[in-house]
């Protein structure tokens, strides 16, 4: 089956600038991560979605940062203002509910903030 | 506070050499998963092992063995007779029960020279 897809691949834009990221997940999984790569930071998680229950949005930077997801598939990632900090590739995970079973992500979203 | 430590961040081998990427980790929880996974040159990052806790016993898959000892909080990674095709980077990531994401190492790049 399909795996986790990811658009757009990648996404210049200008200090200031709003920027959406989108991810579509496995068909069937109902847990959907959003990560962050840099070069400085490493993996770094950003929130998390398990079918209806409230998001956990623990490692989310900054108020600027924001995301839904529609009907317990696909998910958006908002970043408001964007900033030069915020260049790294966002990267979209998904998987089945249990804690415990692994992860499957995309290919990435990789933002350049000019 | 969970840790993942993987120290070597560059190896580079022969062709056809063994190699072992080693992976420490800390955790409070005495329930928890470590995984491993896999980043090539093209960015996605591929699933490769998921152990819980309470399995100490070491799996092999091809070319690929794993090593988990909980007395070292150890969960080493050995790839025998290596191929150009291994060249990535390698995450080692550990999730405790209670947590909704993975915690990453910062990854070990791998260069096999033919």
């Known amino acids: 089956g399909a795996g986790v897809s990811q658009s757009p691949s990648n996404k210049v834009t200008e200090k200031g600038k709003d920027v959406e990221l989108r991810c579509d997940p496995i068909?069937?999984?109902?847990?959907l991560y959003w990560y962050r790569q840099s070069l400085g930071q490493g993996l770094e998680f950003l929130i998390y979605?398990?079918?209806?229950?409230?998001?956990?949005k623990s490692g989310l930077p900054s108020d600027r940062f924001s995301a839904e997801r529609t009907g317990g598939s696909v998910s958006t990632l908002t970043i408001q203002r964007t900033q030069q900090e915020d260049s790294a590739v966002y990267l979209c995970?998904?998987?089945?509910?249990?804690?415990?079973?692994?992860?499957?992500f995309g290919p990435g979203t990789r933002l350049t903030v000019l | 506070a969970q840790k993942v430590t993987q120290a070597q961040t560059e190896i580079s081998v022969v062709e056809k050499e063994d190699v072992t990427l080693d992976c420490v980790y800390e955790?409070?929880?005495?329930?928890?998963?470590l995984f491993w996974y896999k980043q090539p040159p093209s960015g996605e990052l591929v699933f490769l092992i998921r152990?819980?806790?309470?399995?100490?016993q070491n799996e092999i898959s091809g070319r690929y063995s794993w090593n988990f000892q909980k007395s070292t909080s150890s969960f080493n990674f050995t790839i025998t007779a290596s191929q150009v095709v291994d060249s990535a980077v390698y995450f080692c990531?550990?999730?405790?029960?209670?947590?909704?994401?993975?915690?990453f190492g910062t990854g070990t790049r791998l260069t096999v020279i033919p």
């Open positions: 995970a998904s998987s089945l509910a249990d804690r415990g079973r692994e992860q499957f």
């Open positions: 068909s069937g999984h109902t847990a």
């Open positions: 979605f398990q079918g209806n229950s409230a998001p956990d």
């Open positions: 955790t409070r929880d005495t329930t928890y998963y």
């Open positions: 152990r819980n806790s309470f399995d100490e």
């Open positions: 990531a550990l999730r405790e029960t209670g947590a909704n994401n993975l915690f």
